[in-house]
């Protein structure tokens, strides 16, 4: 089974950036789509990006253009680099497969990233 920890996240002023890290076990990692989620207190949980194993991205409307997804098939991670970061991006932050390219791994704790004025 693949484990999955994240790590990166931390308080930080509106308009800073943060560069997310998710470490992935397995031996299949290059050749999985890999996304970012994130869930806000009281909220469900959703994708904000995704990287293909060919290295196609694609961004939820809210974070174009301020987050970057990549990934480095060599360490088995995937980063999620965030820049402009507004108090609406404060969560806790999931890297996973997205459903639809095969279901998801077990969840990783997540890690938290808040965005104060």
């Known amino acids: 089974q693949v484990r999955l920890v994240e790590s990166g996240g931390g308080l930080v002023q509106a308009g800073g950036s943060l560069r997310l890290s998710c470490a992935t076990s397995g031996s299949t990692f290059s050749i999985t789509t890999m996304g970012w989620y994130r869930q806000a207190s009281g909220k469900q949980r959703e994708l904000v990006a995704y990287i293909t194993s060919g290295g196609s991205t694609n961004y939820a409307d809210s974070v174009k253009g301020r987050f970057t997804i990549s990934r480095d098939n060599a360490k088995n991670t995937v980063y999620l680099q965030m820049n402009s970061l507004k108090p609406e991006d404060t969560g806790v932050y999931y890297c996973?497969?997205?459903?639809?390219?095969?279901?998801?791994?077990?969840w990783g704790q997540g890690t938290q990233v808040t965005v104060a004025l």
């Open positions: 996973n497969r997205p459903y639809t390219f095969g279901g998801y791994f077990n």
